[in-house]
């Protein structure tokens, strides 16, 4: 059986092979999920914690009998993303490792 990577040069968020390590950089995304949506509304901000806690008091507060239009602006491939918050059924804060430019 072949190895994918050579001996004792692989370790949990680096490679270091002939090129030597790839340095890594921490990027941190919001995850929306949504009712009827099977994937989540992936959210990258300036200050993703401020956006999960806003998220989950969305969610807090959310009422079936007044339901609100909720709009966010992220930075990544979505630009600006709009939802009823009657419509949001959990939030997350994710990790992301991200090769650092060079």
């Known amino acids: 059986m072949a190895q ?7 370790q949990a968020g680096s490679y270091t092979g002939v090129s030597g390590a ?11 999920f949504l009712r009827g949506l099977a994937t989540p509304v992936v959210l990258y901000a300036e200050n993703p914690t401020q956006v999960f806690d ?3 008091g969305i969610i807090r507060q959310a009422d079936p009998k007044a339901p609100k239009l ?9 630009k600006k993303v709009a939802f009823l918050d009657i419509e ?14 060079r």
């Open 22 to 32: 790839l340095p890594q950089a921490q990027q941190f995304s919001v995850l929306v």
């Open 88 to 101: 949001v059924t959990g939030v997350a804060l994710q990790s992301d490792l991200t090769a650092a430019s």
């Open 70 to 78: 909720i709009e966010k602006a992220g930075m990544g491939p979505l």
């Open 4 to 10: 994918q990577f050579p001996p004792n040069t692989y």
């Open 54 to 56: 806003e998220v989950k």
